[in-house]
């Protein structure tokens, strides 16, 4: 029933985590960790792309944006002498211009992209017609998640009768020769940081064209990065929430889609699936440190799915859910074993009234009986002998009373006491001999005595002294035969038993006899308080063992009191 309990709840959990990673409804939680995960990658250099750009020193020297279209051809035409595998214009060219003959000239010397946008109104902002003819209108357009992050951008965009390639696609492309994924979103990596993408100032280019060398062989996207034409934003690998110019994005973009560094999700179901094992497996084994090693394969699987194959699994919403599970598994547990507790201690409540009957009966037939003796004494005129005779009865039922209190005091303070300051580590074969030649002395029965060697134990050598006086006075009291002690160690347990060959323990009476004021229907008609066993069995679970009994195959009743062993310790004297 447990088992299908856990397959039941382990499936909710794997449809759940499906249905969620399927919908995008934890987005919010999972693409901060997934940028976390990418900013911990180690970042990658630029290959094939470098920037010029329209920075701060441009702007002095040139002067305000936007240039001349002129100024803009010399560097397409620098770019172009310097063997550049394609130039990508990242600046709007939708209004007609002076030197836009000489723009469009230096654009078909070399494969070069304009950019374009898609307004508010859904319109396309394209290059002028005398541009156009010479170079690939392409759409720069970013698409911005609810934080402010961009992540992803679609392969293409259309508006009514024009679709447009994204700047990134079409300029990897340029590299790759690769299709275009039409209709696709695509998400980089940004392992190579926009931040990376090597730089030349555009007032440096044209002063001076030797610094075109850098140029060789590579993508140039040229655009603003001046922090007064705007055109910022945030990537997931950005450092410190610092936003990055436009034209730094699409490079770095670009070089992720060159090397095929491209997220995608991991399969709703297969993020179901391991879902489902991994608390399967929490659910069967119940153990704390599952959920840690589960964690460390999510953390560890994910790490290298994403670096070595651009998967990007879903952290937090797996984690989550096996971290909520084992919560909902601990707080079943805990309602368990507070159930549990409840029902002993209801169970432990009967008994304790049961106990203050008995109790009140056991008290009620000494002291009627010394009331009456007491009464005798009184009211009677004795002769010696007879005064002698009741005063011997009264002194026998004080005592009685008195073994009974005391016993019961001795049961109530027993678990008080401190463990370890009450207790040394004793040789528990030698000490429960040496009981056990005491005892014999006072007997003509036959008591056999076996011991393991060195059986150490942490235990009050008194108290031991009394659990076997009470086991071995037992068996001497029902038994006629021979009685047989040992002592042996198993594993980490010392094991005491007193076995005896009388008439033996009903098996209705075995699971009661250790409770107070329980006696065998085998001890009808002898004396007793239905105290000594119960003794027994705390002094046993004071020293961290238990009291069990059993019926050897011979008949008769074998006692076993089990006892943790100890490390061996400077011993106290147990004779």
Aim: aromatic residues 4%.
């Amino acid at each position: 029933m447990r088992r299908r309990t856990a397959l039941l709840i382990a499936i909710a959990a794997g449809i759940a985590v499906m249905f969620l990673t399927a919908s995008d409804t934890v987005d919010a939680l999972e693409l901060p960790v997934r940028d976390l995960a990418l900013r911990l990658l180690p970042p990658l250099p630029a290959t094939m792309t470098a920037v010029v750009g329209i920075d701060e020193d441009s702007l002095r020297a040139i002067g305000p944006w936007p240039w001349e279209r002129t100024v803009l051809a010399v560097i397409v035409n620098r770019a172009a002498d310097a063997g550049a595998r394609g130039v990508v214009l990242d600046i709007l060219l939708a209004d007609a211009r002076p030197g836009d003959d000489k723009l469009a000239a230096a654009a078909r010397r070399v494969p070069t992209l304009a950019v374009s946008a898609l307004d508010e109104q859904g319109q396309w902002h394209l290059p002028v017609p005398a541009l156009a003819a010479a170079m690939t209108p392409v759409h720069g357009n970013f698409e911005i998640d609810h934080d402010g992050i961009v992540r992803r951008f679609s392969a293409t965009k259309q508006n009514e009768d024009r679709s447009l390639v994204a700047l990134s696609v079409e300029a990897s492309s340029l590299i790759t020769g690769a299709p275009v994924p039409v209709g696709r979103t695509l998400a980089p990596a940004f392992r190579t940081r926009p931040a990376r993408i090597p730089m030349i100032s555009a007032a440096a280019l044209l002063r001076d064209a030797t610094g075109a060398s850098q140029l060789r062989g590579k993508l140039v996207f040229v655009g603003p990065v001046a922090i007064a034409l705007g055109d910022r934003v945030l990537t997931p690998t950005s450092s410190r929430r610092v936003a990055n110019p436009g034209v730094t994005v699409h490079a770095a973009a670009t070089e992720s889609l060159i090397r095929g560094d491209v997220i995608r999700e991991l399969p709703p179901i297969t993020s179901g699936a391991f879902t489902v094992i991994s608390v399967g497996a929490l659910a069967v084994l119940r153990r704390r440190r599952i959920v840690a090693i589960i964690a460390i394969v999510v953390i560890v699987a994910g790490g290298l799915l994403l670096l070595g194959n651009g998967i990007a699994v879903p952290f937090a919403t797996m984690l989550a859910s096996v971290i909520f599970t084992s919560a909902a598994f601990e707080a079943s547990a805990m309602i368990a074993a507070l159930a549990r507790s409840e029902a002993r201690f209801l169970v432990q409540r009967d008994r304790d009234a049961e106990s203050k009957l008995v109790l009140a009966h056991e008290l009620k037939t000494p002291l009627a009986s010394m009331r009456n003796l007491t009464q005798l004494l009184g009211g009677f005129d004795l002769t010696p002998a007879e005064r002698q005779r009741v005063t011997s009865l009264l002194e026998h039922e004080a005592g009685k009373l008195e073994t009974m209190v005391g016993t019961l005091l001795d049961l109530e303070r027993l678990p008080l006491r401190d463990f370890t300051s009450s207790s040394s580590v004793v040789d528990l074969g030698a000490l429960v001999a040496a009981r056990v030649d005491f005892l014999r002395a006072s007997t003509d029965r036959s008591i056999v005595m076996n011991a393991s060697p060195e059986t150490l134990v942490r235990a009050d050598a008194a108290l031991i002294e009394r659990v076997v006086d009470n086991l071995v006075g037992n068996a001497l009291k029902y038994t006629s035969g021979s009685i047989s002690v040992t002592v042996s160690c198993t594993g980490h347990d010392a094991i005491l038993q007193v076995e005896d060959r009388g008439p033996g323990i009903a098996e209705a009476d075995r699971g009661r006899v250790f409770e107070r004021f329980v006696r065998g229907a085998t001890a009808a008609g002898t004396q007793g308080l239905g105290l000594g066993l119960a003794m027994v069995t705390e002094i046993a679970r004071w020293h961290g063992g238990e009291a069990s009994l059993d019926a050897p195959a011979g008949g008769g009743s074998r006692f076993r009191i089990t006892l943790p062993c100890a490390a061996a310790e400077p011993m106290t004297g147990a004779m």
